[in-house]
Structures are given as structure tokens and as C-alpha cells.
């Protein structure tokens, strides 16, 4: 048990070191190709990577199961559209150079997830993760007082988005690769087609006369998957207690790179900001390894 618990802390830790350090390398890299483009391929990758894994893991008898309850393919729809917006932001973020603004919106996101619980499933809040919540919406009223220009748009954006499309996910409770692959159906007709207009502008950098080019760009496919494979199966090994803190080196690893790696601007009035959210952090973190 001890030595299956372990393994789940391992990759668990490894999926987020994987978002928050190799993913930001390679699509910040990769920004070059323009977000829009990039942010069409990453749809069309995520899909064929997980058609491929479905077909691996003969999981497709799940995927039928699912698409028969409209309820399922109702919420998929929402939960696709979420996903797609916290796609989006997340590469303009990268390309726009608001890795930090990101960051405080993965900081954020399970403490959200927390209230979001309360509100819609009437979870229990104990006193330690009230205090979170608090410090967490402090945190934004003191951006928005002190200067609406500094608020992290980004960030709000990639928490909220992330953490209702896990609200979502919470209410039909089915396999989160499957799940991703019929949310990504929902959207591929809508990559397709922004492909298409790229392509005949001539704006497109995937190129039949350039095989090494498409190649690195089709890693936005596996570059989305493989982390997400890593760290489901950390939850399914050690739980959601263990894999809730370790998911934190995800923003800490966004935040180090956007500050000291690609210099971005951070503002006294972000710092004052932060160091909310991070108070907030600890507190949820002291309060989850007490309770798991």
C-alpha cells in the first residue's frame, strides 16, 4: 500500500512539474507559429493524441456508454466549451508574456474549487478553508482598488474556467480521458474550420514541405495528454488530499519562469496580491494534510 502511495505522490508530482515547467517551456517556444494557430492545433492534437490512447487503452466501450446519456453529452458540451476558453487564455498568457498573472490563477483554483463545492454540491467548509476563500477574494478587491489595469485578468479567467469546467466534470463523474476526447469532438469541428482560414491565408506554419516543423507541432497533442494521464493516476494511487498539494508546483514552477526565466513585470501591488494568495495556499494546505 505504503509502496503504491509513493507512486501515486511520483507521478502525481511529475504531471505537475510537467504543466507548470516543460509546458510552459514548449508552448512559450512554440508562440512564434502566432496563438491562434497554436491554440487550433492544440485542439487537433489533444484529439488524435486521445483517439490513439482510447484505442490503446480499449476504452471505446466507455465512450459509447457515455455518448448514450444525453445528460453526459449535455454537460460535455459546457465542460468542452470551458476547456476551451481556459485553453485559449493559458496560450495567450504564454504568448502575451503573463505566465505570472497565470500562475495566480492556478494558485487560486482549488481554493475556488472549494467555494464552488459549497455553493453547488453544499459541501463542507470548516473554518481553515473559509479563511482561504476570504483571503483569496481580498486578494482580488485589493487589485482592483489599488489599480483595475494591474487586476490579472488572465489568471481570474484561467481559475474561474478551470474551476467550473471541474464542477462540471464533478456532476457526471466519468473517466477524465474520455471525457476529454468527446469534449474535444465538440470542438474540432471549430479547429477544422479555423485551420482551414489559416491554411488558405497562407498564415499557417504546419506545412506539408516542412516534416519537422509539424512534428514539433503536433507534440501540443501529447504535450497536453501525457501530463494529464500522469496525474490522474497520482489521484487514483494517493487520493485527492495528497495530489491537491502536490498539484501546487504547477503555478510555483509558472511563477519562477515567468519571473527570473522570461523577466516578466511584477508590480508591488501583485506582489501585495500574491502573498494573499499565498497565505491562503498555506492555510488550505495545512487544512488538507490535517484532514486526509
Known amino acids: 500500500m505504503n509502496k503504491e502511495f509513493n507512486k501515486g505522490l511520483f507521478l502525481a508530482g511529475f504531471g505537475s512539474f510537467w504543466w507548470g515547467f516543460f509546458g510552459v517551456l514548449y508552448f512559450k517556444y512554440i508562440t512564434f507559429i502566432g496563438h491562434i494557430e497554436l491554440v487550433v492545433h492544440r485542439c487537433l492534437w489533444t484529439t488524435f493524441t486521445l483517439i490513439i490512447t482510447t484505442f490503446f487503452f480499449s476504452k471505446w466501450n466507455i465512450f459509447f456508454t457515455i455518448i448514450k446519456n444525453k445528460k453526459n453529452l449535455f454537460y460535455l458540451f459546457l465542460s468542452g466549451f470551458l476547456i476551451f476558453i481556459n485553453w485559449t487564455v493559458w496560450i495567450y498568457a504564454i504568448a502575451t508574456n503573463r505566465i505570472i498573472d497565470a500562475s495566480f490563477g492556478y494558485f487560486m483554483m482549488p481554493i475556488l474549487s472549494v467555494m464552488l463545492g459549497y455553493i ?110 500522469l496525474y490522474i493516476r497520482g489521484v487514483e494511487l494517493c487520493g485527492l488530499g495528497p495530489t491537491g498539494m502536490i498539484f501546487y508546483i504547477t503555478p510555483t514552477f509558472q511563477f519562477l519562469l515567468g519571473y527570473f526565466h522570461y523577466d516578466e513585470p511584477f508590480s508591488m501591488s501583485k506582489l501585495v496580491s500574491f502573498i494573499f494568495i499565498w497565505i491562503a495556499v498555506i492555510i488550505y494546505l495545512k487544512d488538507l494534510y490535517e484532514t486526509s
Not at 121 to 129: A, M, V, Y
Not at 200 to 218: A, E, R, Y
Open 120 to 229: 453547488f454540491f453544499k459541501e463542507q467548509l470548516n473554518k481553515k478553508r473559509i479563511l482561504s476563500i476570504i483571503l483569496v477574494i481580498i486578494s482580488i478587491l485589493y487589485l482592483v482598488l489599488i489599480s483595475f489595469k494591474s487586476l490579472p485578468w488572465v489568471g481570474i479567467i484561467v481559475a474561474f474556467s478551470w474551476g467550473f469546467y471541474n464542477l462540471i466534470r464533478k456532476k457526471i463523474n466519468i473517466d477524465t480521458d474520455i471525457g476529454l476526447l468527446i469534449e474535444s469532438f465538440y470542438i474540432l469541428p471549430f479547429a477544422i474550420f479555423a485551420f482551414y482560414l489559416i491554411t488558405v491565408n497562407g498564415q499557417n506554419d504546419f506545412k506539408l514541405s516542412d516534416p519537422p516543423m509539424m512534428l514539433f507541432i503536433f507534440l501540443a497533442g501529447p504535450m497536453t495528454v501525457i501530463p494529464l494521464f
